[in-house]
């Protein structure tokens, strides 16, 4: 009759004849009288399983039982009557050890031995089973029988024999002093090994402390990177109104001064040239023509917005926020300068083509090595453009008083100057800016006069 799964009424398993036999002193207490909760909750589940007649069940009902019996195999118990036989022959051993009488002591000892021995075994089977894979006992098993081949080719071979002969035969005097010898090289050695250890150490430290710095400058360049993308933002919100004009009211504008020349202050020369080059691609730094009532920026009808530079206004003027500054190898291409103060500036080795520095104070500025192809210095002939004045206007028609001030800059090993920049430096540079002029100025007069 078949069993419905769901039956209140569960068969009992039938005990296997190992069950069934009484166990000995040392037995494995896979009795059902000595079974563990664990044991107990274990055959319940065995008893469930083989309520279910399927062939998979079946196959489960097998592996439960397999991984059951080895859990119990691995279940070691050791009767009261053996643990009372082993203490009885350890006080044996010690009562023979305290009379001085040799047959007590030995006979408590072996009997101590083999009880100890049988109780400790399944525990190292166990221990060896779980600890040491079979590769493991493999090799030490192999470097056992290594062991003992050595020891039989040196014993059986005559090996041995000889080599005790050959030691017998050596002054071992002379010996010594090759030990005390072999002793100081090894100091030496030593001493050269710990030199080597703490050289590596160095240059591990080294290499350590170049890659930290490297990453500190990386942090230091994203910081600065994430600071000016938050100054460009600031200044569009700040100067542009909902269409997208200019919208640079006198407050605006002074705030766009301020923070432009706190932030100078926090980058370096990479970063400034970026601003630049923002600035000036964005017409802020372009005096434009304004509404002389609203004073907004006016259009010149092509899409731009209209350039005065004799009454125009700046949204952001330079001033004096880069004298002094180092802009030393950055990229400048088309930025408009004009006008800004770069007194005491190193511009040396900077892209400065088609950059706009007329009016634009250059006194003791280093321009070595720059490119100043198509750089503009001045408005009008080269033969009347002059420097800025304070007192007089500038004439952009004529180029009076539109000239950079040149005077005591460096313009050694400039690349692609051409003719006019050439003679308007030489004529208004000095004795000290004419020194640096690639090719010499002997041909072209000092108008400067100092």
Same mark, same amino acid.
């Given at each position: 009759?078949? /069993?419905?799964?769901?039956?209140?009424?569960?068969?009992?398993?039938?005990?296997?004849?190992?069950?069934?036999?009484?166990?000995?002193?040392?037995?494995?207490?896979?009795?059902?009288? *000595?079974?563990?909760?664990?044991?107990?909750?274990?055959?319940?589940?065995?008893?469930?399983i083989s309520s279910l007649q399927s062939p998979q069940h079946t196959a489960a009902l097998q592996q439960a039982r397999s991984s059951f019996g080895q859990r119990i195999a691995n279940q070691f118990t050791v009767k009261p009557r053996a643990l009372l036989i082993t203490l009885v022959a350890i006080a044996i051993t010690f009562i023979g050890v305290a009379i001085n009488n040799w047959f007590i002591g030995i006979f408590g000892t072996l009997v101590t031995l083999v009880l100890s021995?049988?109780?400790?075994?399944?525990?190292?089977?166990?221990?060896?089973?779980?600890?040491?894979?079979?590769?493991?006992?493999?090799?030490? !098993?192999?470097?056992?029988?290594?062991?003992?081949?050595?020891?039989?080719?040196?014993?059986?071979?005559? !090996?041995?024999?000889?080599?005790?002969?050959?030691?017998?035969?050596?002054? #071992?005097?002379?010996?010594?002093?090759?030990?005390?010898?072999?002793?100081?090289?090894?100091? /030496?050695?030593?001493?050269?090994?710990?030199?080597?250890?703490? #050289?590596?150490?160095?240059?591990?430290?080294?290499?350590?402390?170049? %890659?930290?710095?490297?990453?500190? !400058?990386? %942090?230091?360049?994203?910081?600065?990177?994430?600071?000016?993308?938050?100054?460009?933002? @600031?200044?569009?919100?700040?100067? +542009?109104?909902?269409?997208?004009? +200019?919208?640079?009211?006198?407050?605006?504008?002074?705030?766009?001064?301020?923070?432009?020349?706190?932030?100078?202050?926090?980058?370096?020369?990479?970063?400034?040239?970026? $601003?630049?080059?923002?600035?000036?691609?964005?017409?802020?730094?372009?005096?434009?023509?304004?509404?002389? *009532?609203? @004073?907004?920026?006016?259009?010149?009808?092509?899409?731009?917005?209209?350039?005065?530079?004799?009454?125009?206004?700046?949204?952001?003027?330079?001033?004096?926020?880069?004298?002094?500054?180092?802009?030393? @190898?950055?990229?400048?291409?088309?930025?408009?300068?004009?006008?800004?103060?770069?007194?005491?500036?190193?511009?040396?080795?900077?892209?400065?083509?088609?950059?706009?520095?007329?009016?634009?104070?250059?006194?003791?500025?280093?321009?070595?090595?720059?490119?100043?192809?198509? $750089?503009?210095?001045?408005?009008?002939?080269?033969?009347?453009?002059?420097?800025?004045?304070?007192?007089?206007?500038?004439?952009?028609?004529?180029?009076? *008083?539109?000239?950079? !001030?040149?005077?005591?800059?460096?313009?050694?090993?400039?690349?692609?100057?051409?003719?006019?920049?050439?003679?308007?430096?030489?004529?208004?540079? @000095?004795?000290?800016?004419?020194?640096?002029?690639?090719?010499?100025?002997?041909?072209?007069?000092?108008?400067?006069?100092?």
């Amino acid at each position: 009759m078949t /069993i419905e799964p769901n039956s209140p009424n569960l068969p009992t398993p039938e005990s296997s004849p190992e069950n069934e036999s009484q166990p000995d002193d040392f037995d494995a207490g896979a009795n059902e009288n *000595h079974l563990s909760s664990e044991a107990l909750t274990a055959q319940q589940a065995l008893a469930a399983i083989s309520s279910l007649q399927s062939p998979q069940h079946t196959a489960a009902l097998q592996q439960a039982r397999s991984s059951f019996g080895q859990r119990i195999a691995n279940q070691f118990t050791v009767k009261p009557r053996a643990l009372l036989i082993t203490l009885v022959a350890i006080a044996i051993t010690f009562i023979g050890v305290a009379i001085n009488n040799w047959f007590i002591g030995i006979f408590g000892t072996l009997v101590t031995l083999v009880l100890s021995l049988v109780m400790l075994l399944p525990w190292l089977k166990y221990v060896a089973i779980e600890w040491f894979s079979p590769q493991d006992r493999t090799i030490f !098993v192999a470097f056992v029988g290594l062991l003992a081949a050595a020891i039989g080719l040196l014993k059986f071979t005559g !090996v041995g024999s000889r080599l005790l002969l050959w030691g017998s035969q050596i002054n #071992w005097d002379i010996a010594g002093t090759l030990a005390e010898w072999f002793g100081a090289l090894g100091q /030496i050695l030593i001493a050269i090994i710990a030199v080597y250890v703490a #050289w590596r150490q160095y240059v591990i430290s080294k290499d350590l402390t170049i %890659q930290q710095n490297l990453l500190t !400058v990386q %942090q230091n360049i994203i910081t600065q990177q994430q600071t000016i993308d938050s100054y460009f933002q @600031g200044i569009s919100d700040l100067v +542009l109104d909902e269409e997208g004009l +200019l919208e640079d009211w006198p407050q605006e504008r002074a705030i766009a001064e301020g923070r432009t020349a706190a932030i100078f202050s926090s980058v370096d020369g990479s970063g400034k040239a970026k $601003i630049l080059r923002f600035l000036s691609r964005s017409k802020l730094l372009t005096p434009l023509k304004r509404d002389r *009532h609203l @004073g907004r920026a006016i259009l010149n009808g092509f899409g731009g917005y209209a350039e005065d530079r004799i009454a125009g206004v700046r949204v952001i003027d330079l001033g004096v926020m880069l004298a002094a500054a180092d802009l030393s @190898g950055t990229d400048l291409r088309w930025t408009d300068l004009s006008e800004a103060n770069l007194v005491r500036a190193n511009l040396s080795g900077c892209d400065l083509v088609k950059a706009d520095l007329s009016r634009t104070i250059l006194y003791d500025a280093n321009l070595s090595g720059a490119d100043l192809n198509g $750089i503009r210095l001045f408005y009008g002939s080269v033969e009347k453009a002059s420097p800025r004045s304070r007192t007089e206007p500038p004439n952009y028609e004529t180029g009076e *008083h539109t000239g950079a !001030v040149v005077q005591n800059a460096d313009f050694s090993n400039v690349q692609r100057m051409s003719d006019a920049t050439r003679y308007y430096c030489c004529a208004w540079g @000095g004795e000290r800016t004419r020194a640096t002029i690639p090719g010499g100025c002997e041909d072209i007069p000092n108008l400067l006069g100092r």
